[in-house]
């Protein structure tokens, strides 16, 4: 079969391959490094000069970058920015009335696609290069794009030399035979999205992690300042023989390897090789990750499948929250009615680390946060603060970790798991949330004074 041919008959320019999308239709960006870059550039364009072309609905998630086309400025009249998960690029667009968060587990997402959405009108990706084989690699997202890539009228790709090529056993590419155009990007430099600075906050979390995770062990890590204090931490640790299965794949994965500490030796499956289905941060990633044989790309719906999750021994689950309350309710997605993120894998993984054999979830958060008159907000509060979504419920809730502490909140009745919350709070601020705490019926008078 030559490919090649194949390749060329499709293969067009931006300007000519938006010229399929038309009013009224859903147009998916697909997602994170994966948002197309000149075909947005392109659509923006056409949309400036055709002003009859409205009513489009684009999904996407994890941004960035801005989409061009939201910096039209009519955009709010003319489309929607549907966000499986957003950033802060996608929490501006909600704030300017462009972007609607999407509520779902990101675990769901492949189902959701093929059972649900059934059909999208055009769906833009930007992919590595084709292989011999005729394929396109998803590279940094595997995600749900083989499923979008089902159920879409018109495939577009958007060729970037750029793009690391992540293995994998299935659905982390897709053929030029389903493949309606080709586009050769100008093979720009994959967006980064580096870890941030890590606080002394962060790395007094991290120091009270680190010690309850055994050697062997299975990790899964988020994004932000407290994951990668404890993967730094990790990296100078002795522990040894630690496995990788994450929803997403970031910078402090590289460093534990490099440290020695990652083997995957002992995984039940996937033996030896870091699971993820996204990953995003900075060039030291995207060069590790490419064509790396240890490196394993997969669909959402497998790797943060519950079941999967709690078939790997002592997994060590680890994840940012915004609120907890004193009933143990986490809430991560929003600070009130305020949005910030999403639901993601979180309540995956928080399920599948308890299932698994030894396995521990760990939620963390600073005790506080400033506000702009230099007071302290305590993130821990007696209830979720009014319109806060609650993304892994009290019964779910494992171990909260703040500066202040790491307490077990698993099966404790409502009086006990009031006197842990509040023993890792802020000191200045334990007073208060006792007296709270009386009034809602959950503090008893045995209850020691934290």
């Not at 334990?430 to 705490?437: C, G, H, S, V």
């Amino acid at each position: 079969m030559d490919y090649q041919a194949k390749y060329q008959e499709k293969l067009t320019t931006a300007k000519e391959a938006v010229k399929v999308v038309k009013s009224g239709d859903w147009v998916d960006y697909s997602f994170c490094a994966n948002h197309p870059v000149d075909l947005d550039k392109a659509l923006a364009e056409r949309m400036k000069e055709d002003s009859s072309l409205k009513d489009l609905k684009f999904r996407g998630g994890i941004a960035l970058w801005q989409p061009e086309v939201t910096k039209l400025e009519d955009a709010p009249g003319r489309l929607i920015w549907n966000s499986i998960h957003t950033t802060g690029i996608e929490r501006k667009l909600i704030n300017s009335g462009i972007c609607y968060y999407v509520p779902i587990r990101y675990s769901e997402v492949p189902r959701y696609y093929r059972e649900n959405i059934k059909h999208v009108d055009v769906a833009f990706i930007q992919v590595a290069p084709m292989d011999k084989h005729g394929f396109f690699n998803f590279g940094l997202s595997s995600s749900h794009l083989a499923a979008l890539c089902e159920i879409s009228d018109t495939v577009v790709v958007e060729v970037n030399e750029n793009m690391p090529v992540c293995l994998g056993g299935f659905e982390v590419g897709v053929h030029i035979d389903d493949v309606d155009m080709v586009v050769e990007s100008s093979n720009r430099p994959m967006a980064e999205m580096p870890s941030g600075k890590t606080s002394e906050i962060d790395e007094a979390v991290a120091k009270l992690i680190v010690p309850e995770i055994p050697n062997g062990a299975c990790l899964q890590l988020g994004i932000g300042g407290m994951p990668n204090a404890v993967g730094s931490l990790i990296a100078k640790s002795d522990l040894k023989d630690l496995g990788v299965h994450t929803e997403m794949y970031v910078d402090s994965f590289v460093d534990i390897t490099m440290a020695g500490k990652i083997t995957g030796k002992r995984k039940s499956i996937d033996k030896g090789r870091q699971v993820f289905t996204f990953g995003a941060g900075t060039q030291k990633l995207y060069d590790f990750v490419d064509a790396n044989p240890s490196i394993m790309a997969a669909p959402v719906d497998y790797v943060n499948d519950i079941d999967v999750i709690a078939s790997l021994d002592n997994f060590i689950s680890i994840n940012n929250t915004v609120e907890v309350d004193l009933f143990g309710q986490v809430a991560s997605e929003t600070g009130g009615t305020r949005h910030i993120s999403g639901a993601g894998g979180q309540l995956d993984f928080v399920l599948g680390a308890y299932k698994s054999k030894g396995g521990k979830s760990f939620i963390c958060c600073s005790s506080t946060v400033p506000t702009k008159d230099g007071s302290l907000k305590s993130r821990i509060k007696p209830c979720i603060t009014e319109g806060g979504i609650i993304t892994a419920t009290r019964a779910n809730t494992q171990y909260l970790v703040t500066e202040y502490g790491l307490v077990n909140l698993k099966g404790a009745s409502t009086w006990e798991r009031a006197e842990k919350i509040i023993s890792v709070c802020h000191p200045d601020l334990r007073d208060e949330l006792i007296e709270e705490a009386d009034k809602m019926h959950i503090w008893n008078r045995t209850n020691k004074r934290v």
